[in-house]
């Protein structure tokens, strides 16, 4: 701790220096270089701002009152001094006040300073210390026998006198603000400082030779590589916890359930029940009492197949973009620290991802035709189901069309058959079977389709994850000159290495000034 004073024209400061950056100014317009005035300046003043007292909010620190002993004829009343009227302002109670009163050797016995100090009338929390407005060397005597021979000033108590019994009590009042805020000072630098070192710590290795960027390159790449597999095949999601879009499973099923119920809107009943049915009947001649032919049965199904054909591109487009979303964003956070590799990561994983997109639309259309040549399945619930609808038909036949026009047929709810009226009993009992026939087979393509569509997406995945995104970035990067940038540091990461090393270095020369200065405050 050390207090010092400084003359400067036209006014004195009496400064005091500690590691939390106190300092109280007294000042006062016109006066000599040997006056100390009664103008108050506070601790967090800075010399541009406004009057301090409207500026002062920090109300934790003691407020020091300089009054001003002038000759009697001008004599001050503490109860209405300007200072004090203005400390007030921001310490209503006088607790955290600090009452400084000058030029003590000016008339002291006609201005009754002694009762003055000593009644406390104002309420000065931290008390008085009378000084006189001179401080080199041989004023300092002179007011030590001033306030030991004079009859009236020496009845004051000495802890209240002179210029060393203030810096006393200023330095007490610093050590115990210091005592009170420094701990929490050293615990905020000693965070700050290491953080910035685990910044510091955090930021790429500079490389000098190829063989460092290249194995560097490869652990990132390996990092890539099981972070996919986590999240896409393993369906893990700890490293994007708050992040739902990086939950790829449910977001999968998400997608996948969303297909299913569309393709599951292609099954109509109700409307123009039977109608399709007798069409394809008459077109292909097969009106026939018993069995339905082959052919027309093919065709219906060629026709339903169509109506969603689009529903499976559909899914891949979208899944895909999807997939290649979730891939970019995990690249991008493995490749933060070498912001020079991600044009080429990205691209070399943009590349695949496409390839693979191509590749899942063909197996689809593929899929689909295979779907419209071949009706066939070993699904015994094919039949369970077929018979279980064509239980209806004994009831549709003994209908009387004319007496009604629906019929409830087991889950799929009421049917209109107005429109069958005039239709042959024939062709309706035939349409009806083929009716009944696609129903069953249809429910089964269309799982059929779901299935396949998850384990060629699941496939295709474990392909890309597992092997050509990482042939892939080897053969961009190493023989695209990626490993050669690796070797220039990026100018973003120059420049925030060189700020977080300035950083440390400034916590570390403000951790060694509070210790030291926290062990003085301690002695």
């Known amino acids: 701790m050390k207090i010092s004073f400084k003359h400067r024209d036209p006014h004195v400061n009496l400064n005091t220096f500690s590691p939390v950056d106190q300092a109280i100014m007294v000042k006062k317009r016109k006066a000599s270089d040997e ?21 002062y909010n920090e109300k934790i620190r003691p407020i020091l009152d300089a009054i001003d002993k002038l000759p009697p004829q001008s004599s001050v009343d503490f109860t209405t001094c300007e200072s004090i009227c203005m400390s007030r302002r921001v310490d209503c109670t006088g607790k955290r006040t600090l009452a400084v009163v000058t030029k003590c050797d000016v008339n002291p016995e006609q201005d009754g300073l002694r009762e003055k100090v000593m009644a406390n009338d104002v309420n000065i929390g931290l008390g008085y210390t009378c000084v006189i407005n001179r401080i080199n060397d041989e004023a300092r005597v002179k007011e030590a026998q001033l306030f030991e021979t004079h009859p009236l000033l020496s009845k004051i108590d000495k802890s209240m006198v002179g210029i060393l019994a203030l810096a006393n009590k200023l330095v007490k009042i610093q050590s115990e603000i210091i005592s009170k805020y420094l701990p929490d000072i050293v615990k905020k630098v000693n965070e700050r400082l290491k953080a910035s070192i685990s910044d510091l710590n955090k930021l790429p290795v500079t490389f000098t030779t190829v063989s460092d960027a290249m194995f560097a390159f490869s652990q990132i790449v390996g990092s890539l590589k099981e972070t996919l597999q986590r999240i896409l095949i393993r369906g893990e999601f700890d490293q994007y916890q708050n992040y739902k879009q990086m939950h790829c499973n449910a977001r999968l099923v998400e997608m ?9 809107t292609s099954i109509r009943f109700s409307q123009n029940f039977l109608v399709e049915e007798m069409e394809l009947l008459e077109e292909g001649n097969g009106i026939r009492l018993q069995n339905v032919p082959h052919s027309v049965f093919l065709s219906l199904l060629q026709r339903k197949v169509d109506t969603i054909s689009k529903l499976p591109d559909s899914l891949v487009d979208k899944v895909w973009s999807y997939i290649e979303t979730v891939s970019v964003r995990v690249l991008t956070d ?21 390839e693979k997109k191509v590749q899942f639309k063909e197996r689809v259309d593929e899929m689909i035709e295979m779907e419209k040549i071949t009706d066939y399945t070993c699904d015994p619930e094919f039949i369970t189901s077929y018979n279980k609808l064509m239980g209806n038909r004994s009831y549709f036949s003994a209908l009387k069309i004319n007496d009604y026009s629906t019929i409830t047929i087991e889950g799929y709810g009421i049917i209109h058959i107005g429109h069958l009226k005039s239709v042959a009993a024939n062709t309706r009992d035939q349409a009806f079977d083929l009716k009944m026939r696609m129903t069953a087979y249809w429910k089964i393509v269309l799982k059929r389709l779901v299935d396949w569509v998850v384990l060629q997406l699941r ?9 050509e995104i990482e042939v892939e970035m080897h053969e961009v990067i190493v023989r695209g000159g990626g490993i050669e940038k690796m070797l220039v540091e990026p100018p973003s990461v120059a420049i925030k290495r060189e700020e977080l090393q300035r950083s440390i270095g400034l916590l570390k020369a403000s951790k060694e000034v509070i210790d030291k200065s926290w062990m003085v405050t301690t002695d």
Do not use: G, W
Request: a positive charge; aromatic letters at 8%; proline letters at 8%.
């Open 35 to 55: 006056d100390i005035s009664d103008t108050t300046t506070f601790s967090d003043h800075k010399p541009k701002s406004p009057p301090l007292v409207s500026s």
């Open 334 to 354: 493995r490749c933060e620290n070498y912001p020079q590799l991600l044009p080429y990561v990205r691209k070399a994983t943009l590349h695949v991802m496409r």
């Open 256 to 264: 996948l359930d969303a297909f299913s119920r569309e393709l599951n």
């Open 459 to 467: 496939f295709l995945i474990q392909k890309v994850v597992n092997k």
